[in-house]
């Protein structure tokens, strides 16, 4: 495609956000505005250009599905040999990266593991019970030490920074609890999430050698969502880009929602201040919604305070009024939620996926389900049980964590009783013990041959069988350009497949765990196949990448079949539908009583923005003046955001208002039987 044909198909603020190369660039792009097509066609003129080779451009954003779709569209922009060696990824894929890459200059070894959340929550109340430290069986204070100690990672402060900061003896507990997790997860050679970036910032920080390494080979950097970026995601675009300043920030602060994940709108006015010949190009005209809707979205978000203001606007027409349904109780919400989606449907024919219900938390979801069901209203639930997260898959990569490495306790205990090798806990204390006076990994232990000296012989004897196994099938794996046959064989060699077997309340059941551990074989495959580098191509690369790609996509599987989409406003982040519910519009549920309590409204008015702005045609809001709460019914108070409306776009149920809407009753009637004779056919 030309230059010329690139930008004809933009307006003239992304072409300006396009063609701008000579200095840092905030390019603030409101929802709905464009902003993928202004960045990958930005790729392509500076590939074309400006002479800047495609290994030289680095693309950062948060999802592997928004990676993958930048990548995608790069390619029918520009010829693939154009393109070869330009890198779009998350940012904790770069981290990774670079983590590789880098390794002689980290604390870490060869074959490191990831850790997931429940690996992190495990260590933890082990490292308590171990300490005798109160509290090691509360879920509510790991919970608190886990979200502590990511906050001081996102921050970059080392465990002896996070003690000097301690105001309270919780503070001092926690801080305790952080030195004693990092000396241990440097033990099993292993990072957490948070690591893929503190480690990489911290290291490009320290090492001015590395700094003017990465800064070389960045040329340009574009970072997609800054909005959501985080202290320690800020350093490492900062680090890489230098003073020289070559990037494009692209995003928007009034849809920053993450605050609770350690996202700092505020990023955007620090890059003000740190590149201070920095060019803010804005874009507002929205390519998704109604002139309502949009007049909706900007009447909430300008009670907001505001660095940089903006208005979207469309020129997609008036549209229809935005309705407001009040309802009696929650019950009745969710009934008439059901029955409206039915008749609209109905009387407009269309598909069930047109439609999403947004809700800010997921219990809301529960009372809606229920109705749909009954109404036999096809529906799918996002934000379930990651693919990831099921017990099947957790076990089988865990086989496989313990093969790249072998240190990785964690994944030690997970297996080396699934299925069961009569390894009781008495013996896997005494395991520990033995591991922790010798300074060995579990697995280690396991084949230390002074095992017999202090376990009885049955004891010892299945250790060192398992640990013949994984050493065995570590070898085979490692020699093997075919991997994925070999994980097949030692899975079934295992008796994990009989296992399921057993285990299955029901052969639905069944079919459903053996259907997921081959989908985790053919991703394998898939990853393998997919490598453009060939040292991607083993069995290392690949499980990481699969731990990742749970990390970074908690249920985010694409499922495009006729269903009702229901989602909280977090999870519906990037979509968008013709026709949107938002449920609860009340004190209390938006904004959320944390928030109240908090004093942090401004972000509960950033998730209704965003909330609003995912729809393209239509847009109904509920509240229920009762809704039950600890098995209670209690009155509720209207949320103020409805009074933030603009009033003149607004049809209320059960007032006495003028209809916005100049459709003729008859006419809707003929439609709706026209549409439910198509049906029945």
């Known amino acids: 495609m030309s230059s010329n044909a690139k930008l004809s198909q933009l307006n003239p603020r992304q ?72 890198t779009v990824s998350t940012f904790h894929n770069f981290g990774l990266n670079l983590l590789r890459i880098e390794l002689k200059h980290t604390p870490l070894k060869n074959n490191f593991s990831i850790l997931d959340a429940d690996d992190c929550k495990r260590l933890l109340m082990d490292l308590m019970h171990k300490d005798n430290l109160a509290g090691a069986d509360s879920k509510e204070l790991i919970g608190k030490a886990m979200r502590r100690i990511s906050d001081w990672k996102n921050d ?34 292993a990072v957490d999430f948070d690591d893929l ?16 390494k990465w800064q070389n080979r960045v040329r340009y950097l574009l970072v997609d969502e800054y909005q959501d970026t985080n202290t320690a995601q800020y350093m490492l675009v900062k680090l890489l880009v230098g003073v020289m300043g070559r990037f494009t920030a692209v995003g928007d602060d009034d849809q920053s929602i993450y605050a609770w994940r350690g996202a700092k709108p505020e990023n955007m006015a620090l890059l003000a201040e740190d590149f201070p010949s920095l060019k803010v190009i804005k874009l507002e005209q929205n390519y998704r919604s109604t002139s309502r809707i949009l007049k909706a979205a900007n009447s909430v978000i300008t009670n907001n305070p505001h660095l940089f203001e903006k208005q979207l606007w469309s020129d997609k027409g008036h549209g229809e009024a935005i309705r407001i349904i009040t309802c009696r ?76 490495n072998p240190e990785d306790d964690s994944a030690f205990l997970r297996i080396i009783n699934t299925p069961k090798r009569a390894i009781g806990p008495a013996t896997l204390e005494k395991l520990g013990l033995f591991a922790q006076d010798n300074h060995l990994s579990l697995l280690s232990a396991s084949a230390d041959q002074r095992l017999s000296m202090v376990f009885a012989k049955k004891a010892a004897s299945q250790l060192h069988e398992f640990a013949g196994f994984i050493e065995d099938y570590t070898r085979r794996l490692h020699d093997n350009d075919d991997p994925v046959p070999v994980v ?69 599987e694409e499922d495009d079949t006729d269903k009702v989409n229901l989602m909280t406003l977090h999870a519906a982040k990037g979509l968008e539908f013709p026709y949107v519910y938002i449920m609860g519009l009340e004190e209390e549920l938006l904004p959320h009583r944390n928030s109240i309590a908090g004093d942090s409204i401004e972000e509960e008015r950033r998730l209704m ?39 003149e776009e607004l049809e ?26 198509a049906l029945m056919k």
């Not at 285990?503 to 081959?518: F, G, M, R, Y």
Request: glycine letters at 6%.
């Open 156 to 189: 970059l402060l080392l465990p002896p920074q996070a003690m000097s900061t301690a105001e309270t003896p919780e503070d001092v507990h926690l801080a305790q609890l952080y030195e004693l997790y990092e000396r241990n997860i440097r033990a099993y050679n």
């Open 197 to 212: 970036i503190a480690l990489p910032t911290r290291l490009l920080q320290e090492n001015a050698e590395i700094r003017d």
């Open 652 to 677: 209320w149920s059960g007032k006495k208002k003028q209809k916005l809407s100049n459709v003729d009753p008859k006419a809707q009637a003929a439609a709706y039987l026209a549409n439910l004779k």
């Open 15 to 86: 072409q300006e956000a396009m063609t701008y190369v000579s200095g840092p660039l905030l390019v603030l792009a409101g929802a709905g505005s464009g902003k993928t097509a202004v960045i990958t066609r930005k790729i392509a003129h500076l590939i074309q250009n400006c002479g800047v080779p495609a290994h030289r451009i680095t693309a950062m954003t948060f999802t592997n599905k928004a990676a993958r779709e930048m990548k995608e569209r790069v390619g029918k922009l520009i010829p693939r040999e154009e393109s070869k060696g330009l």
């Open 329 to 404: 109780n929650d019950d009745d919400e969710a009934e008439r939620v059901a029955h409206d989606l039915m008749n609209h449907k109905l009387m407009n024919g269309k598909s069930w996926k047109d439609y999403a219900v947004l809700y800010r938390g997921n219990f809301q979801a529960r009372v809606l389900e229920a109705q749909l069901r009954q109404m036999q209203i096809p529906y799918k639930l996002s934000g379930g049980t990651s693919f990831f997260a099921r017990a099947e898959i957790k076990d089988v990569m865990s086989y496989l964590r313990l093969i790249i």
């Open 609 to 647: 923005y965003v909330g609003i702005t995912r729809a393209r045609q239509g847009l109904t809001l509920t509240l229920a003046e009762q809704r039950k709460a600890g098995g209670q019914m209690r009155h509720t108070t209207p949320s103020r955001f409805l009074d933030e409306l603009p009033e």
């Open 488 to 556: 097949r064989q030692m899975i079934n060699e295992t008796g994990y497949i009989d296992f399921v077997r057993e285990q299955a309340a029901t052969p639905a059941a069944e079919k459903t765990k053996l259907d997921n551990i081959e989908t985790l074989y053919s991703s394998i495959q898939s990853l393998i196949t997919r490598a453009d580098d060939v040292d991607e191509r083993n069995i290392e690369s690949v499980i990481r990448k699969l731990v990742l790609l749970d990390l970074l996509e908690q249920q985010q």
